[in-house]
């Protein structure tokens, strides 16, 4: 499965626009599955927590402060731009 920016940003920005500091992952996909499919989101949410973004335990997922920090990045016009870029 090949990395998706926007999808990465989407999770990034669900769970900091959510009133609560963590969220089931059940939850996270329900939210998402306009967007993509479950075991993308799920595999983007460990692509994220391997780069310490975010925080994945016993189905429960939330921001790290470097997560939280990406999220909020109004800097830079591309938040995920150290993400690798491959064509298609």
């Known amino acids: 499965m090949r990395r998706?920016?926007?999808l990465a940003e989407e999770i990034l920005r669900?769970?900091?626009l959510?009133?609560?500091w963590h969220m089931d992952m059940r939850m996270l996909v329900e939210r998402l599955k306009d967007k993509a499919a479950e075991s993308a989101v799920r595999y983007h949410a460990?692509?994220?927590q391997d780069v310490g973004l975010v925080k994945v335990d016993q189905g429960v997922i939330r921001l790290?402060?470097?997560g939280q920090d990406?999220?909020?990045n109004s800097d830079k016009l591309d938040p995920m731009a150290t993400w690798a870029a491959l064509g298609s």
Do not use: W
């Open 70 to 72: 990406r999220a909020e």
């Open 64 to 66: 790290t402060s470097a």
């Open 18 to 20: 959510d009133e609560h």
């Open 4 to 6: 998706d920016k926007e």
């Open 46 to 48: 460990v692509l994220l």
């Open 14 to 16: 669900t769970l900091v």
